[in-house]
Each structure stands twice: as structure tokens, then as C-alpha cells.
Nanobody, 118 residues
């Protein structure tokens, strides 16, 4: 069982920055692919960014150049640095832990709200 706890959400003005954190309670963090997803009101959940166990990253086109995902295997934590935030980035952001070779390893956090508004 993997428990994920997100933090760092909040209200920020357009053009501002936030850093989200996701702490995982597990001894197998280093083999997990970690990801950030978001869901805006009335929309489907969408991928924001992922980082594989080896460090390979993947970003949605809408956030490339503005968001950066990183992981600290020693701290069992994944981060999402969000810069140049736009109102359309407003959503609940979810952390996900998974492994491409073990389908049973698929866990979600409870989500953290990010609101970009003046």
C-alpha cells in the first residue's frame, strides 16, 4: 500500500509561482513512476507531468517551459514547480504513483487545490 499526501496548493495571481509536494509513504518509491494530474471543474482529469524511476520526464504541451517535475528518492517526495501560472491552470492537482510493469501499483493522493486568479 502506498499513501500519497499532497501539499503546497493555494491561491496565486496570474504570473505567479507555486511548488507542490507529494510525500509517499512507501519503501518502493525509487521504482515508482510519479506523476501530477489535474482536474478542472467540468473537465476530465488530465496529465500534467510524469517522472519515471530513472528520471525521464514527460510534460503536457500546455505546461512545457513553465512547470518542472522533480523527485527526491531519499525523501520519497515528488515536486511540481509551477511558474508563470495562468487562470487556466486552476484545478485540483493530484499526485499519482504507478509502475509500468506492475499494474497493481497504481495509487492516487487526495488532491490539492490550485487557484490562479487576480
Amino acid at each position: 500500500q502506498v499513501q500519497l499526501v499532497e501539499s503546497g496548493g493555494g491561491l496565486v495571481q496570474p504570473g505567479g509561482s507555486l511548488r507542490l509536494s507529494c510525500a509517499a509513504s512507501t519503501s518502493i518509491f525509487s521504482i515508482l513512476t510519479m506523476g501530477w494530474y489535474r482536474q478542472a471543474p467540468g473537465k476530465q482529469r488530465e496529465l500534467v507531468a510524469t517522472i519515471a524511476s530513472g528520471g525521464t520526464t514527460n510534460y503536457a504541451d500546455s505546461v512545457k517551459g513553465r512547470f518542472t517535475i522533480a523527485r527526491d528518492n531519499a525523501e520519497n517526495t515528488v515536486y511540481l514547480q509551477m511558474n508563470s501560472l495562468k487562470p487556466e491552470d486552476t484545478a485540483v492537482y493530484y499526485c499519482r504513483a504507478s509502475n509500468p510493469y506492475f499494474s497493481n501499483l497504481n495509487y492516487w493522493g487526495q488532491g490539492t487545490q490550485v487557484t490562479v486568479s487576480s
